[in-house]
């Protein structure tokens, strides 16, 4: 039994003592019409078996139908001379509205012809409505103007041989290896290859880890302890071998940690070169952004030195500028140097002065995290909640001066894992800007507003230092603020964040080539600032609404300059990051979404 239908047609075949099906899906009840009239599908007009729920048989062979007093279906068809006729004469039906059903039995056994086939209108479908029927005539006779047959633009859906006699004539159709007016495929190598990384729980490394070790990529990356929820995760995920340690090492137990941002040696401080030898073991591929912890300077060094020992294939440093190698004629003063990015612009001096590293390094500069705002009382970024439920961010910045946006934690990963892909062929000795947005102040704040729901003002003003920090990290601030007041009163004269206008120039186009599904920072502040905040203990999303009205009032400039407040050593409370003071206040286990180097790094 098989049903011929408006939206496939199944024929069976014998075959043996077994019968086939064959399913034709693009067959529609005309082609079944033609494959008729063509001899294809043969319509014989002899005996047929007697279908389960007809009557006891008429005296009319010739075709059940015939009867119209029996037949539950005799009311849908004409009668009479009115009803079409085969070639030999006899009586057929084909409604072309219905679906049609075809029972038959088998020719000769273990023969390739085909059954004999007798339909019949099928009424159980609630769209078909009774049509007039249509006899079947002969095909035309070919002629010169008659157009070629049409090539079915899909094989039949079997899972027979190509070559069975029963596919009626279809093959295949062969489609080129590569579409016409489409660029080609990026070629990507094998993942068959293991990458290092240094401080995975830092959001570049552990956006990079999660990508390519979910793509297959062998991840071998050093964690300085499996303390917190982003080092527990690295640890855990499939394809990653985890080697803790730190990349400094002490000489004695005096400290529990090292000068942030030391330079030119420390008495108690040195590289930990065995962990770093460790690290590159079986490596091919090299992602690495050191951190101010400790002397960078050295640890970066030593990171390239080993990735030439190794013969790392493809290394790429994560860096910054030092302004004060970028300051141009038109400047007013010369541009001062960020203390914590200029050590970053010393080890890419580095490693270009290393002929064999430097052909296979790639520069990338990141530009501002979206993930460093926070409503905690951090410098720089603190969203700072008002009494009306709306938020404030003071910033030295311009305020109409662009500035480069990165959603670190969602989009480095990707754009590095497209920069391995692509190859040194491509990205060997080029520097990079990766950035997705060019937003500025204003714009920051009507874009957070926006995905936040609440209303976001911007102030221009000095750096608040509302909780303990490192006396390097405070050094960066002091020296940021002073380069960004050099365009108070003129925007040009802002010294640009990547240090050179070219690089400036190049966002977001080239980031957006190498990935082009960034999250901005309206989707961020919409759907993970407040997760953020929620695993820092905070609860403000769940408080009144009072600042959720926008209309009309998003970016805007309040007030002036006001002077920095108080933040001396001794002042108590939070302290930035965790884990450099005593106690539970410095552990940073109240705020386990900002720990030091997922906030530093």
């Keep these: 039994m098989a049903l011929l239908s408006d939206c496939g047609s199944c024929f069976t075949q014998a075959r043996g003592s077994k019968q086939r099906l064959l399913i034709v899906p693009s067959l529609t009840a005309f082609s079944v019409y033609r494959a008729v009239a063509a001899g294809i599908v043969p319509l014989h007009s002899g005996h047929y078996p007697r279908h389960p729920d007809w009557p006891a048989a008429s005296s009319n062979k010739l075709n059940p139908l015939e009867d119209q007093d029996r037949s539950p279906h005799s009311k849908l068809q004409p009668s009479g001379p009115d009803r079409p006729r085969n070639f030999d004469g006899s009586v057929s039906y084909l409604d072309l509205g219905s679906a049609v059903l075809a029972t038959g039995e ?32 002969p095909r035309p006779t070919p002629s010169d103007n008659e157009p070629p047959p049409r090539k079915p633009k899909h094989r039949p859906c079997t899972s027979y041989p190509e070559n069975d006699s029963y596919l009626f004539g279809f093959q295949p159709v062969q489609r080129p290896s590569q579409t016409e007016g489409r660029p080609a495929k990026r070629p990507m190598p094998s993942p068959n290859k293991t990458i290092a990384v240094v401080n995975s729980s830092g959001r570049q490394a552990a956006s990079f880890i999660r990508v390519a070790a979910a793509v297959g990529y062998r991840v071998r990356a050093q964690l300085r302890n499996l303390d917190g929820i982003v080092a527990t995760e690295i640890s855990s995920l499939p394809n990653v071998t985890v080697i803790v340690g730190d990349l400094y090492i002490k000489s004695s137990a005096t400290s529990t940690s090292p000068p942030l941002g ?12 065995e ?13 690495i952004n050191t951190t101010f912890w400790g002397d960078e300077v050295a640890i ?40 914590l990015w200029s050590s970053k612009e010393t080890i890419s001096a580095y490693i270009r002065s290393l002929p064999t590293l430097a052909s296979k390094t790639t520069h990338l500069y990141t530009g501002i995290y979206n993930n460093n705002f926070t409503s905690l009382p951090y410098p720089l970024f603190c969203m700072e909640l008002q009494s009306d439920g709306s938020f404030k961010w003071q910033a030295p910045f311009h305020p109409h001066v662009k500035l480069p946006w990165l959603d670190a934690e969602h989009d480095v990963g990707p754009a590095v894992l497209q920069i391995f892909k692509d190859g040194v062929e491509k990205w060997g000795r080029q520097s990079i800007p990766l950035a997705y947005e060019m937003l500025s102040p204003i714009e920051a704040c009507e874009a957070f507003s926006r995905g936040v729901g609440r209303r976001v003002r911007y102030r221009r003003g000095k750096i608040e230092v509302k909780v ?43 980031a957006l080539a ?31 609404t009072e600042g959720e009205d926008t209309d009309g009032i998003e970016g805007e400039i309040v007030g002036g300059t006001e002077g920095e407040e108080d933040g001396s050593d001794d002042e108590e409370g939070l302290v930035m990051g965790g884990g450099l003071q005593s106690g539970s206040v410095g552990t940073g286990e109240s705020t386990p979404a900002r720990r030091e180097e997922s906030w530093l790094a």
């Design 106 to 137: 088998a020719v000769g056994s273990g023969s390739d012809e085909f059954t004999k086939i007798s339909m019949r209108t099928e009424t159980s479908m609630p769209s078909a409505t009774p049509r007039s029927a249509l006899a079947i005539r």
């Design 262 to 273: 030391q330079k030119n040696g420390h008495s108690n401080m040195g590289v930990n070169h």
């Design 275 to 287: 962990l770093i030898e460790e690290l590159f073991q079986g490596a091919q591929l090299a992602f």
């Design 300 to 339: 970066g060094e030593a990171l390239a030195d080993a990735a030439v020992a190794a013969n790392i294939e493809h290394y790429i440093y994560s860096t910054m500028p030092n302004h004060s190698l970028h300051t141009p004629s038109t400047a007013v003063k010369p541009w001062p140097s960020l203390p």
């Design 468 to 510: 303990k920090i490192p006396n390097g990290y405070r050094d960066q601030l002091v020296a940021l603020e002073e380069m960004y007041d050099l365009g108070r009163e003129d925007g040009s004269q802002q010294p640009y964040y990547f240090g050179t206008k070219e690089l400036e120039e190049r966002c977001p186009e080239q």
């Design 514 to 544: 190498l990935w082009e599904g960034p999250r901005g920072l309206e989707e961020y502040a919409r759907e993970v600032f407040p997760l953020e905040e929620a695993a820092n203990g905070l609860s403000w999303m769940n408080d009144g």
